[in-house]
DNA sequence: CTGATATTAGTACCAAGTGCTAATACTGGA
DNA sequence: TCCAGTATTAGCACTTGGTACTAATATCAG
C-alpha cells in the first residue's frame, strides 16, 4: 500500500540526497506515483531539477579542489565531558578506515581519536601533545563501534603538564589504551596580536 | 582576424578545459564563429557536450566525497624505501593539518605518516602496530615538510615481531621521534576463505 | 577555375525538465 | 451520505542545450 504524501516527501529527499543524478522519472517508478506528483513534491520541498542539482555538485567540487577534507576537528563524536576530569567519545570504523586485506583499522584512527579526545578535555587554549605510549591490544573491525574514555591522571602545573590515559573499548572489551603527556597553554600572556 | 580552424580548437580545448561550464552558444560568440562550426570542433576533438561535462565533474566530486574523509593508504609520499630495512617518506603540512589557533600540527597527522610508514616498510602481507611510544619534540606549522625516516631495529621471527623507529625531522631538526613494535603476518595459513 | 575543405543554416528530434490548466480520486467531517 | 478540500494524475506548450543529418555557401590552394 501507498505511503501518505508526508512519508513520500521525506522518502523523496533522502533519495535524492543520497543519490541527486536521480530523475523524476525513475523517483516516480520507485515510489508508485506519476511523474506529475515527484514535480509538485519537488516544488514543495523546493529541491532543484536534476540538471541544478548536479550543476551543484559539479561547481562545488570545482570549487574546492584545493582543500580535500583532512581528518575533522575531532575525530568520533563526544558523548559526555568534564573538563580537566574525564571524557568520553565514540568512533564508528568504517570501511575507509581499515586495511583493505583484512578489514583491521589502521592504528593511527584509533590514535586520532585517543589523542583528539585528549586535546579535548584539557580545559586550556590549547594543548599539545608531549609523549605518549600505545598499546594496540586487539584488532578493531570495521562496523564496530570504539568509545574510548580519557581520565585525567595527574597534573603538573609548575610545567604546563597533564597527563592523560584513554582506554578503547569495543563491546567492553579492551582495544586501546593510550597514556598521553599535555603540554598546555593556558597563559595568553604570549598570544598573537590577533 | 578570425583565427585559423587549428588555433581555434586548441583555444577551445584549452577554454572548456578552464572552464567546462560554458555553453556552445558562448564558445561561439567567443571565437566569432557559429555555434554548428563549434558544435563540429566538439565532434572533431571529440569533447562531450555541456552536460555530460559536467555530470563528469559531478560524479568526481561525488565519488571522492565519500573516500576523501578517511586518511590514504599511506600518509604523506613514499620516497625510498628498503623492504625490512628502512624508508622515508614526505608529508606537506597543510593548513587543514593543523589547529586553526596556532597553525601548530595536529598529533595524529605526525603519527599517522610515521605509523604507515612503520607498516609500509616490513615486508609482510601485513604488519599491525602492537605498542608504541612516541614524543613529540617540537611543534611543527603549516608549510613545513616533514621527512620520516624509519629504520627497522630488531626482530624477533618467533614472535612475529619487529621493531622500527621513525624519526622525522622538519629542515634538519627533529621534531618526532617514535618506536614501534610491529607485528607481522607473514602466514597465509589462517587467511579468511575470500 | 575547379575541387577540397571549412563554415553556416536549417530541420527534426531528444531529455529532463517548467508552467499552467483541468480532470479525477480520496478522505474527513457535518 | 454528500460535500469540500486536498492529493493525484493528465495533457499541452514551451525551454535548454544539445544530437543527427542535409544542404547551401565561403574560402583557399593548385
Redesign the pocket.
Known amino acids: 500500500m501507498?505511503k501518505?504524501?508526508k512519508e513520500?516527501q521525506l522518502a523523496l529527499t533522502a533519495s535524492i540526497k543520497e543519490n541527486p543524478f536521480v530523475?523524476?522519472?525513475e523517483l516516480?517508478a520507485n515510489f508508485?506515483?506519476?511523474?506529475?506528483?515527484i514535480?509538485?513534491?519537488?516544488?514543495e520541498l523546493s529541491i532543484?531539477?536534476?540538471?541544478e542539482r548536479i550543476k551543484h555538485v559539479a561547481v562545488k567540487t570545482f570549487d574546492d579542489e584545493v582543500k580535500s577534507l583532512p581528518i575533522d576537528e575531532v575525530i568520533g563524536e563526544i558523548i559526555d565531558i568534564e573538563l580537566d576530569e574525564k571524557a568520553i567519545s565514540l568512533f564508528d570504523v568504517k570501511p575507509e578506515h581499515v586495511f583493505q586485506r583484512n578489514q583491521i583499522a589502521r592504528g593511527h584512527h584509533l590514535f586520532a581519536q585517543a589523542n583528539s579526545l585528549a586535546v579535548a578535555v584539557m580545559n586550556d587554549e590549547l594543548a599539545l601533545t608531549v609523549k605518549s605510549e600505545l598499546q594496540f591490544l586487539r584488532a578493531v573491525k570495521a562496523g564496530q563501534r570504539v568509545v574510548a574514555k580519557a581520565q585525567v591522571i595527574d597534573r603538573n602545573p609548575e610545567k604546563n603538564r597533564a597527563y592523560v590515559k584513554v582506554v578503547s573499548t569495543v563491546d567492553q572489551a579492551t582495544v586501546f589504551i593510550g597514556t598521553f603527556e599535555m603540554y598546555r597553554m593556558t597563559e595568553q600572556s604570549e598570544g598573537d596580536g590577533n
Open positions: 501507498k501518505t504524501k513520500r530523475t523524476d522519472e516516480s508508485n506515483v506519476s511523474v506529475q506528483t514535480r509538485l513534491d519537488r516544488m532543484p531539477e536534476l540538471r
